[in-house]
Protein backbone atom coordinates (compact mmCIF):
# COMPACT_ATOMS: atom_id res chain seq x y z
CA UNK A 1 0.00 0.00 0.00
CA UNK A 2 1.44 3.37 -0.72
CA UNK A 3 2.14 5.91 2.19
CA UNK A 4 1.16 9.33 2.12
CA UNK A 5 2.96 10.77 -0.76
CA UNK A 6 4.44 15.00 -0.74
CA UNK A 7 5.52 17.13 -3.50
CA UNK A 8 7.82 18.84 -3.90
CA UNK A 9 10.57 16.88 -2.05
CA UNK A 10 12.44 20.49 -1.69
CA UNK A 11 11.74 24.23 -2.59
CA UNK A 12 13.91 27.12 -2.70
CA UNK A 13 12.30 31.03 -3.28
CA UNK A 14 12.86 34.54 -3.14
CA UNK A 15 10.93 36.00 -0.06
CA UNK A 16 7.19 37.03 -0.93
CA UNK A 17 7.33 34.65 -3.59
CA UNK A 18 4.19 32.74 -3.28
CA UNK A 19 5.07 28.56 -2.94
CA UNK A 20 2.49 25.38 -2.75
CA UNK A 21 3.05 22.07 -1.46
CA UNK A 22 0.89 18.88 -2.43
CA UNK A 23 -0.18 16.04 -0.35
CA UNK A 24 -2.06 12.76 -1.39
CA UNK A 25 -2.88 10.67 1.69
CA UNK A 26 -3.40 6.98 2.36
CA UNK A 27 -5.98 5.99 0.67
CA UNK A 28 -8.81 5.53 2.98
CA UNK A 29 -7.70 7.93 5.49
CA UNK A 30 -10.45 10.57 6.10
CA UNK A 31 -7.88 13.02 8.66
CA UNK A 32 -5.28 14.53 7.06
CA UNK A 33 -2.77 17.17 8.91
CA UNK A 34 -0.18 19.50 7.88
CA UNK A 35 2.58 20.41 10.33
CA UNK A 36 5.50 22.75 10.47
CA UNK A 37 9.23 21.55 11.79
CA UNK A 38 11.78 23.81 12.54
CA UNK A 39 14.88 22.83 12.78
CA UNK A 40 15.32 21.08 16.53
CA UNK A 41 11.75 21.01 16.81
CA UNK A 42 9.25 18.74 16.74
CA UNK A 43 6.01 19.01 14.18
CA UNK A 44 3.73 21.69 14.98
CA UNK A 45 -0.30 21.25 13.80
CA UNK A 46 -0.73 23.91 11.19
CA UNK A 47 -4.14 22.38 10.21
CA UNK A 48 -6.15 19.21 10.18
CA UNK A 49 -9.04 18.08 8.16
CA UNK A 50 -12.09 15.72 8.71
CA UNK A 51 -12.53 15.21 4.97
CA UNK A 52 -13.36 18.19 3.61
CA UNK A 53 -13.62 20.03 6.28
CA UNK A 54 -10.99 22.12 8.43
CA UNK A 55 -11.68 21.31 12.31
CA UNK A 56 -8.82 22.92 13.82
CA UNK A 57 -7.02 25.60 12.01
CA UNK A 58 -6.36 27.31 15.40
CA UNK A 59 -2.15 27.55 14.64
CA UNK A 60 -2.55 28.26 10.91
CA UNK A 61 -1.13 31.66 10.14
CA UNK A 62 -3.89 33.13 8.16
CA UNK A 63 -2.37 36.19 6.59
CA UNK A 64 -0.74 34.63 4.62
CA UNK A 65 -1.04 30.75 4.41
CA UNK A 66 -3.74 29.21 3.49
CA UNK A 67 -4.90 25.71 2.43
CA UNK A 68 -7.87 23.20 0.93
CA UNK A 69 -8.66 19.53 0.85
CA UNK A 70 -10.96 19.52 -2.25
CA UNK A 71 -13.25 16.26 -2.69
CA UNK A 72 -11.92 15.20 1.00
CA UNK A 73 -8.50 13.53 -0.48
CA UNK A 74 -5.25 15.14 -1.39
CA UNK A 75 -4.50 18.59 0.19
CA UNK A 76 -2.79 21.85 -1.33
CA UNK A 77 -0.58 24.14 1.56
CA UNK A 78 0.18 27.59 0.21
CA UNK A 79 2.45 30.42 1.48
CA UNK A 80 1.85 33.83 0.13
CA UNK A 81 4.01 35.63 0.64
CA UNK A 82 6.71 33.25 2.08
CA UNK A 83 8.84 35.05 4.91
CA UNK A 84 12.53 34.09 5.67
CA UNK A 85 10.82 32.45 9.07
CA UNK A 86 8.73 29.87 6.87
CA UNK A 87 11.89 28.13 5.72
CA UNK A 88 11.28 25.01 7.61
CA UNK A 89 10.16 21.11 6.83
CA UNK A 90 6.43 21.03 6.07
CA UNK A 91 5.01 17.74 6.94
CA UNK A 92 1.83 16.13 6.02
CA UNK A 93 -0.34 12.97 7.59
CA UNK A 94 -2.87 10.88 7.51
CA UNK A 95 -4.90 8.54 9.80
CA UNK A 96 -7.74 7.00 9.96
CA UNK A 97 -9.37 9.43 12.19
CA UNK A 98 -11.80 8.76 14.80
CA UNK A 99 -11.31 7.78 18.43
CA UNK A 100 -8.66 5.29 19.17
CA UNK A 101 -7.17 5.90 15.67
CA UNK A 102 -4.41 8.34 16.91
CA UNK A 103 -1.55 6.83 15.14
CA UNK A 104 -0.69 9.08 11.98
CA UNK A 105 1.16 8.03 9.09
CA UNK A 106 3.82 11.18 7.56
CA UNK A 107 4.88 11.37 4.25
CA UNK A 108 8.45 12.53 3.64
CA UNK A 109 8.01 16.41 4.08
CA UNK A 110 8.84 19.22 1.70
CA UNK A 111 12.18 21.20 2.68
CA UNK A 112 11.50 24.71 2.42
CA UNK A 113 13.87 27.63 1.96
CA UNK A 114 13.39 31.20 1.52
CA UNK A 115 16.19 33.06 0.44
CA UNK B 1 4.26 26.37 26.79
CA UNK B 2 5.59 23.10 26.01
CA UNK B 3 3.51 20.46 27.07
CA UNK B 4 5.49 17.78 25.97
CA UNK B 5 9.24 17.97 26.77
CA UNK B 6 12.01 16.06 25.75
CA UNK B 7 14.70 17.45 27.74
CA UNK B 8 17.73 15.38 25.85
CA UNK B 9 18.84 16.38 22.60
CA UNK B 10 21.09 13.93 22.02
CA UNK B 11 22.12 10.45 23.56
CA UNK B 12 24.87 8.00 22.77
CA UNK B 13 25.01 4.35 23.20
CA UNK B 14 26.76 1.52 22.69
CA UNK B 15 25.89 -1.48 20.27
CA UNK B 16 24.07 -3.82 22.69
CA UNK B 17 23.72 -1.95 25.51
CA UNK B 18 20.13 -0.51 26.77
CA UNK B 19 18.69 2.83 25.44
CA UNK B 20 16.83 4.80 27.77
CA UNK B 21 14.99 8.14 26.38
CA UNK B 22 12.67 9.89 28.28
CA UNK B 23 9.79 12.42 27.91
CA UNK B 24 7.67 14.29 30.23
CA UNK B 25 4.45 16.18 29.94
CA UNK B 26 1.97 18.99 31.90
CA UNK B 27 -1.25 18.02 31.30
CA UNK B 28 -2.89 14.89 33.10
CA UNK B 29 -5.62 14.65 30.70
CA UNK B 30 -3.92 13.37 27.52
CA UNK B 31 -5.18 10.26 26.60
CA UNK B 32 -2.36 8.49 24.39
CA UNK B 33 1.16 8.71 24.40
CA UNK B 34 3.69 7.65 21.23
CA UNK B 35 7.17 7.32 19.84
CA UNK B 36 7.79 8.53 16.55
CA UNK B 37 11.18 7.56 15.08
CA UNK B 38 12.42 9.56 12.03
CA UNK B 39 15.57 9.01 9.95
CA UNK B 40 16.73 11.63 7.73
CA UNK B 41 14.81 12.82 4.58
CA UNK B 42 12.11 11.05 6.00
CA UNK B 43 8.84 11.51 7.94
CA UNK B 44 8.41 10.41 11.25
CA UNK B 45 7.15 6.62 11.49
CA UNK B 46 4.96 5.51 14.24
CA UNK B 47 7.51 3.15 16.57
CA UNK B 48 4.96 2.17 19.91
CA UNK B 49 2.46 3.62 21.73
CA UNK B 50 0.74 3.68 25.33
CA UNK B 51 -2.80 4.44 26.67
CA UNK B 52 -3.02 6.57 29.62
CA UNK B 53 -4.67 3.64 31.66
CA UNK B 54 -1.48 1.63 30.96
CA UNK B 55 2.19 1.64 32.86
CA UNK B 56 3.69 -0.69 30.63
CA UNK B 57 3.38 -1.61 26.86
CA UNK B 58 6.39 -3.79 24.76
CA UNK B 59 6.93 -4.59 21.09
CA UNK B 60 9.96 -6.53 20.70
CA UNK B 61 12.99 -4.90 21.49
CA UNK B 62 11.23 -1.62 22.42
CA UNK B 63 9.28 -0.95 25.45
CA UNK B 64 7.36 1.91 27.10
CA UNK B 65 6.68 2.82 30.53
CA UNK B 66 4.15 5.60 31.72
CA UNK B 67 4.32 7.07 35.61
CA UNK B 68 0.85 9.63 35.69
CA UNK B 69 2.11 10.44 39.26
CA UNK B 70 5.18 11.74 37.57
CA UNK B 71 3.78 12.51 34.11
CA UNK B 72 6.64 10.62 32.64
CA UNK B 73 7.64 8.25 30.07
CA UNK B 74 10.51 6.82 28.69
CA UNK B 75 11.10 4.50 25.77
CA UNK B 76 13.69 1.58 26.32
CA UNK B 77 15.39 -0.28 23.65
CA UNK B 78 17.08 -3.18 24.08
CA UNK B 79 19.39 -4.40 22.93
CA UNK B 80 20.54 -1.04 20.71
CA UNK B 81 21.41 -1.56 17.13
CA UNK B 82 22.91 0.97 15.05
CA UNK B 83 19.90 0.75 12.84
CA UNK B 84 18.47 2.40 15.71
CA UNK B 85 20.51 5.78 15.25
CA UNK B 86 17.37 8.04 14.29
CA UNK B 87 15.52 10.84 16.31
CA UNK B 88 12.82 9.75 18.41
CA UNK B 89 10.29 12.04 18.98
CA UNK B 90 7.56 11.32 21.75
CA UNK B 91 3.77 12.94 21.33
CA UNK B 92 0.64 13.51 23.55
CA UNK B 93 -2.56 12.62 22.19
CA UNK B 94 -5.54 14.48 23.08
CA UNK B 95 -9.00 13.90 22.77
CA UNK B 96 -10.70 16.91 23.32
CA UNK B 97 -13.46 16.33 20.53
CA UNK B 98 -10.72 17.34 18.30
CA UNK B 99 -7.90 14.72 18.72
CA UNK B 100 -4.56 17.06 18.88
CA UNK B 101 -1.89 15.25 18.91
CA UNK B 102 1.70 17.81 20.72
CA UNK B 103 5.18 16.42 19.84
CA UNK B 104 8.27 17.20 21.85
CA UNK B 105 11.61 18.49 20.21
CA UNK B 106 13.05 15.04 19.93
CA UNK B 107 15.91 13.15 21.39
CA UNK B 108 18.59 11.98 18.54
CA UNK B 109 20.23 8.27 19.60
CA UNK B 110 23.24 7.54 18.27
CA UNK B 111 24.12 3.49 18.78
CA UNK B 112 27.79 2.86 18.04
CA UNK B 113 28.80 -0.02 16.65
Known amino acids: EAGVVQSPRYKIIEKKQPVAFWCNPI?????LYWYRQNLGQGPELLIR????????DSQLPKDRFSAERLKGVDSTLKIQPAELGDSAVYLC?????????????FGPGTRLLVL | DQQVKQNSPSLSVQEGRISILNCDYT??????FLWYKKYPAEGPTFLIS?????DKNEDGRFTVFLNKSAKHLSLHIVPSQPGDSAVYFC????????????FGAGTRLFVKA
Open chain 1, 93 to 105: ASSLGGPGQETQY
Open chain 1, 27 to 31: SGHNT
Open chain 1, 49 to 56: YENEEAVD
Open chain 2, 27 to 32: NSMFDY
Open chain 2, 50 to 54: ISSIK
Open chain 2, 91 to 102: AAYLDTGGFKTI
